[in-house]
């Protein structure tokens, strides 16, 4: 029993001492992978600090921009580890890490296709000027304006105050009207004039009207076309251009042409008539 316990005793003896030879020999190495950690481990804050500031001109959705400078500060991360166990000799250790995490990656990948579709879809939104923070838009068969993208979804605003949160991957794939991308809009507005109007003077008064409160740029006009002859009216269209990117302003465009077409008719003494039903008793 003594023998075995001696017998032990030396092994680990030998052990212990051929790991301080072990490390007395590489520590020079061991002192080296220690600064190279500690130097990529600064070099990785200060990228994720600049690529923060960098991004916030082009991304300004915050989530996205934290994203992926945190990608950035984790590659820089990752090199700075290789390199560690590089110079320790432990190659062998890295390719092992590599091969788990790449088939770590397909496993999450398989299990997250949704989410992962729309945290790029997410990625997609933010990298191309199509959305931003305020715009008005329809999909997916709701309008509103925009007041938040993130990595997994887009929130709207509705007019009646509501918030709708659509998640991008459903943006992406489905058609979308961003009243944000042009600032200046279309308006049309269909009225009517009684039968005995000068229907001339009806397009010139209308015309001016409408241009001297919303005046068109060089290449816009103010157009009114007669459409048909109604039951009491004739009717028509008429066309301008205004600035409009939501759609409280597009109401409220439409709101002050209607005002403005009403005065300037009443000044003139032009009639917009209403159907009136004649009961003839016998």
Same mark, same amino acid.
């Given at each position: 029993?003594?023998? =075995?316990? #001696?017998?032990?005793?030396?092994?680990?003896?030998?052990?212990?001492?051929? &790991?301080?030879?072990?490390?007395?020999?590489?520590?020079?190495?061991?002192? $080296?992978?220690?600064?190279?950690?500690?130097?990529?481990? &600064?070099?990785?804050? %200060?990228?994720?600090?600049?690529?923060?500031? #960098?991004?916030?001109?082009?991304?300004?959705?915050?989530?996205?921009?934290?994203?992926?400078?945190?990608?950035? #500060?984790?590659?820089?991360?990752?090199?700075?580890?290789?390199?560690?166990? #590089?110079?320790?000799?432990? @190659?062998?250790?890295?390719?092992?890490?590599? !091969?788990?995490?790449?088939?770590?990656?397909?496993?999450?990948?398989?299990?997250? =296709?949704? %989410?992962?579709?729309?945290?790029?879809?997410? +990625?997609?939104?933010?990298?191309? @000027?199509?959305?931003?923070?305020?715009?008005? /838009?329809?999909?997916?068969? +709701?309008?509103?304006?925009?007041?938040?993208?993130?990595?997994?979804?887009?929130?709207?605003?509705?007019? @009646?105050?509501?918030?709708?949160?659509?998640?991008?991957?459903?943006?992406?794939?489905?058609?979308?009207?961003?009243?944000?991308?042009?600032?200046?809009?279309? %308006?049309?507005?269909?009225?009517?004039?009684?039968?005995?109007?000068?229907?001339?003077? /009806?397009?010139?008064?209308?015309?001016?009207?409408?241009?001297?409160?919303?005046?068109?740029?060089?290449?816009?006009?103010?157009?009114?076309? +007669?459409?048909? +002859?109604? @039951?009491?009216?004739?009717?028509?269209?008429?066309?301008?251009?205004?600035?409009?990117?939501?759609?409280?302003? !597009?109401?409220? /465009?439409?709101?002050?042409?209607?005002? %403005?077409?009403?005065?300037?008719?009443?000044?003139?003494?032009?009639?917009?008539?209403?159907?009136?039903?004649? $009961?003839? =008793?016998?």
């Amino acid at each position: 029993m003594e023998n =075995q316990f #001696s017998s032990s005793w030396e092994l680990l003896r030998e052990k212990v001492f051929l &790991w301080i030879d072990k490390a007395i020999y590489n520590f020079p190495n061991i002192v $080296i992978a220690i600064l190279v950690c500690i130097i990529f481990y &600064w070099l990785s804050n %200060t990228a994720n600090t600049i690529i923060n500031k #960098s991004l916030k001109r082009h991304i300004k959705q915050l989530s996205i921009r934290s994203l992926i400078a945190r990608l950035g #500060s984790l590659l820089i991360l990752f090199l700075g580890l290789a390199l560690a166990l #590089s110079v320790l000799n432990l @190659d062998g250790t890295l390719k092992t890490l590599l !091969a788990g995490a790449g088939v770590t990656g397909v496993a999450l990948s398989l299990a997250l =296709q949704g %989410t992962l579709s729309n945290t790029l879809s997410g +990625f997609y939104l933010a990298v191309n @000027d199509i959305l931003d923070i305020g715009d008005w /838009v329809e999909t997916n068969g +709701f309008s509103g304006a925009i007041v938040e993208i993130n990595l997994r979804n887009t929130k709207l605003k509705e007019a @009646d105050n509501n918030i709708v949160v659509i998640p991008n991957k459903e943006i992406i794939e489905k058609p979308f009207k961003n009243f944000g991308l042009t600032k200046r809009v279309r %308006t049309t507005i269909n009225c009517g004039v009684a039968y005995d109007s000068n229907l001339e003077e /009806v397009e010139k008064i209308a015309t001016n009207a409408i241009s001297d409160i919303f005046p068109p740029s060089e290449d816009e006009e103010v157009e009114l076309y +007669f459409s048909e +002859f109604g @039951d009491s009216s004739i009717n028509f269209i008429l066309r301008f251009w205004a600035n409009a990117t939501e759609n409280l302003t !597009a109401l409220q /465009v439409k709101s002050k042409a209607i005002k %403005t077409l009403t005065q300037s008719f009443d000044a003139h003494n032009i009639e917009i008539p209403f159907p009136i039903t004649t $009961i003839v =008793q016998r």
